[in-house]
């Protein structure tokens, strides 16, 4: 009779290679996706950044049309880290449930990740100096 462990083995050396590849095709098209939401994110925080700045140098020159632009620049870019945190969580909760589905085992981050959070420290960073410099 086999034991456990020798079943367990077994089965892992009859896995059909085409769901290892399934899985890599799913994450590389995840890996896009998420790569596309950090090139929106990094608009959305250049332009609330641009409108808060554009805006201040438009007030010192007495040109403004209105006064509360510096709002509307603070609220693009903490809409902008709000999603890429929201993103970048499910993006990370998707490649635990594929990498758990594979039979090699690959615990590396996925780079898509840690460009994500890149983006939302430097989306925080940008936030703290739009409140504070307005």
């Known amino acids: ?35 596309a939401w950090v090139r929106t994110v990094i608009t959305l925080i250049t332009a609330g950044i641009a409108i808060d700045k554009v805006h201040l140098a438009r007030i010192i020159a007495g040109i403004a049309w209105q006064k509360d632009a510096h709002f509307a620049g603070l609220l693009l870019t903490s809409t902008g880290t709000a999603l890429m945190a929201f993103v970048t969580f499910l993006f990370i909760l998707r490649t635990r449930e594929l990498k758990s589905m594979r039979t090699s085992r690959n615990n590396l981050p996925q780079p898509g990740t840690l460009i994500s959070i890149f983006m939302i420290v430097v989306g925080a960073l940008a936030i703290f100096s739009l409140a504070y410099s307005g």
């Open 1 to 35: 009779m086999k034991d456990e462990q020798t079943i367990i083995k077994e089965a892992e050396n009859d896995v059909d290679p085409r769901v290892d590849l399934a899985v890599e095709r799913t994450m590389l098209a995840m890996e896009r996706t998420q790569l």
